[in-house]
């Protein structure tokens, strides 16, 4: 009996790892799509390209975005793609 729990200990042991990164690697590929997010600006640099918003959260717009005229303390409605740990700006919407 101790000849067939000992292998099968070390093959649960060697596929958990597979396992976990299969659950894992399935929504990476979902996060790759557009997504929004809405709140109020609390600064915004027009040289870095960047918005943060009231919630904490940064955005940063490609270098020919066009962008309407932003400032603190707007509602805006932001559109963005992930790209690593950073949110991409695809548009923004005032209001």
């Known amino acids: 009996m101790r000849k067939f729990i000992v292998p099968l200990a070390i093959a649960l042991l060697a596929a958990a790892p ?3 990164f299969a659950a894992t690697a399935a929504p990476a590929a979902t996060a790759q ?7 109020v600006i609390k600064f915004f ?3 870095a390209r960047s918005i943060e918003l009231a919630d904490g959260s940064w ?15 707007d509602k ?4 963005w793609r992930s790209n690593g740990s950073a949110h991409d700006v695809t548009s923004v919407d005032l209001g």
């Open 33 to 39: 799509g557009e997504q929004t997010t809405s709140g």
């Open 45 to 47: 640099n027009t040289t």
């Open 59 to 73: 955005y940063y717009m490609p270098l020919d975005f066009k962008a309407p005229d932003l400032k603190a303390g």
């Open 76 to 79: 805006v409605t932001v559109h």
């Open 18 to 20: 597979a396992a976990s």
